[in-house]
């Protein structure tokens, strides 16, 4: 069981919007504006898309968006694309022992 | 362009010593402020973050992985290593390293883990008899 609670699938159309949802705890997502998103395509490594909870590093669509509401952490994707489908995982600083922490992964199917 | 590239026998024995290498090419590991990164995945326990070196030999460790080991760095190549020792069929899995960004603070002995921002493609490690 992973630290951080991701759905472990969402789908959508081409051209609508999902929102994968990230909860944690008041120790970490919730305590710290440190979360990041990484999207990874099938036997490919992870890409960062967001981090500091919004911040989209360069040359990341702006179709990805990030937000924040207490220890939940939201990853939004819009205008979906086939190209979108891939598993997207969060991460979080931890004010625990471990002080890494990944959700276990949410599988997008773009319809 | 920061490439890393990781690099080691893919196949292990119970109780042998696990030992990869990430070269690193585009930037240096002894820039300050950048934390060097091994993460593991493997289908039953998802993304796990291993440990990372920084500040030229200084070592933050996952704590279940701690007392097997060792992270370090050589940096007339340019690269960090891992070995991780007593190995069982659970560490199987595939093995990134990666640049990581993050705050370090030596009085407190706190580790701020803030993104990670290039990953190097993987290895595949399978401990099997």
């Known amino acids: 069981q992973s630290a951080l609670t991701q759905p472990a699938s969402v789908s959508g159309s081409p051209g609508q919007s999902i929102t994968i949802s990230c909860s944690g705890t008041s120790s970490d997502v919730g305590g710290y504006n440190y979360v990041s998103w990484y999207q990874q395509h099938p036997g490919k490594a992870p890409k960062l898309i967001i981090y500091d909870v919004r911040d989209r590093p360069s040359g990341v669509s702006n179709r990805f968006s990030g937000s924040k509401s207490g220890n939940t952490a939201s990853l939004t994707i819009s205008g979906l694309q086939a190209e979108d489908e891939a598993d997207y995982y969060c991460s979080s600083c931890s004010s625990g022992s471990i002080t890494v922490l990944f959700g276990g992964g949410t599988r997008l199917t773009v319809l | 362009q920061v490439q890393l590239q990781e690099s080691g026998p893919g196949l292990l024995k119970p109780s042998q010593t696990l030992s990869l290498i990430c070269a690193v090419s585009g930037d240096s590991i002894s820039r300050d402020n950048y934390y060097w990164s091994w993460i593991r995945q493997s289908p039953g326990k998802g993304l796990e973050w291993i440990g990372c070196?920084?500040?030229?030999?200084?070592?933050y460790y996952n704590p279940s992985l701690k007392s097997r080991l060792t992270i370090s760095e050589d940096m007339s190549k340019n690269q960090f290593s891992l070995k991780l020792s007593s190995v069982t069929v659970a560490d199987s899995a595939m093995y990134f390293c990666?640049?990581?960004?993050?705050?370090?603070?030596?009085?407190?002995?706190?580790?701020?883990?803030?993104?990670?921002?290039?990953w190097g493609k993987g290895t595949a490690v399978t401990v099997s008899s």
């Open positions: 990666a640049r990581t960004r993050g705050a370090f603070y030596y009085n407190s002995g706190t580790f701020y883990y803030y993104y990670i921002d290039v």
């Open positions: 070196i920084f500040d030229r030999g200084s070592t």
